[in-house]
């Protein structure tokens, strides 16, 4: 498999990195839930373990890239380790999502790209990485008219955290307010502008919002991890194919239902069928009670 030359973004990011992972490993502000089977001094050798595997690698990815590619699969059992520890940490699925690319594992680099993209949404680093690994599927599903336009106008919804929208909304919601007061003393069309176009900002982060909190347990979406994955029109083999051509590693999909060792997706083009569960791996696990 090839790999991304090292003068572009996917290059070592030691220095950026390891200090972001390990101030979020000691001072784990965004993790869901702390590990505790790892001492803290055990979670920061391991993640420096991890990090030298991954430099290793990048080094010897020319001059020797079986070598290199023993580096980067080591570096992804060691970041996993911490993952598995219960550390949930936009930092470390970045990491993780690096080594796995350059360890030639497109499907699960993208997986864990959309996850860390869930924990640190907008980082320019992250965006970079996922839109070359996306380039790097094959024979990709295009998306349809429709969801291409949908998805370039909620570009800004993607890319700010859930925190930023609430403050927007806040900010923009007082200042409508302010504004039609202002105006009740000096009656001018630029107060009433200013109020409508604030109360159209005020609306479309509560939209945002709303969309994040009532919407996104509603649609799971998930990655393909194998290549030539048959996408079939009921839930077992023997029912017929729903395309002529399988689907390989690293498309997503959004979940409609599953039903036992079967996930029956939709495509980003729109079209629906059955595949494997065991082919497949949702960016956001169900609990067990969604999975019946």
Not at 140 to 150: D, E, K
Request: positive net charge; hydrophobic residues 50%.
């Amino acid at each position: 498999m090839s790999r991304r030359p090292a003068s572009l973004p996917l290059r070592s990011l030691a220095a950026w990195t390891l200090l972001c992972v390990v101030l979020a490993v000691l001072c784990p502000c965004d993790t869901a839930a702390a590990a505790d089977s790892l001492s803290r001094d055990q979670q920061l050798q391991i993640l420096q373990e991890a990090q030298r595997d991954y430099d290793r690698g990048i080094a010897l990815v020319r001059s020797n890239p079986a070598a290199a590619a023993d580096a980067f699969r080591s570096a992804v059992r060691r970041f996993q380790l911490l993952v598995d520890e219960g550390l949930v940490n936009g930092k470390l699925y970045f990491n993780l999502a690096n080594a796995h690319l350059q360890a030639g594992q497109l499907g699960r680099a993208i997986l864990n790209y959309r996850r860390a993209e869930a924990l640190i949404p907008g980082d320019p680093r992250l965006e970079s990485n996922l839109a070359y690994a996306r380039s790097m599927r094959r024979s990709p599903v295009a998306p349809s008219g429709r969801r291409a336009l949908l998805s370039a106008l909620l570009s800004w919804h993607k890319s700010l955290p859930l925190t930023a929208r609430l403050w927007i909304f806040a900010a923009a919601y007082a200042a409508f307010w302010i504004l039609l007061i202002v105006r009740l003393f000096r009656a001018r069309a630029r107060w009433l502008l200013a109020a409508a176009a604030c109360a159209a900002v005020s609306l479309a982060a509560a939209a945002s919002v709303a969309a994040d909190t009532v919407f996104s347990n509603r649609a799971p979406q998930g990655v393909l991890l194998l290549d030539d994955v048959v996408l079939r029109k009921g839930n077992g083999l023997g029912f017929a194919p729903q395309f002529e051509q399988p689907i390989h590693r690293g498309e997503e999909f959004r979940l409609i239902e599953r039903r036992a060792d079967w996930l029956n997706v939709e495509l980003r083009n729109g079209k629906t069928g059955w595949l494997p569960a065991h082919s497949a791996e949702l960016v956001r696990p169900l609990s067990p009670s969604a999975r019946s």
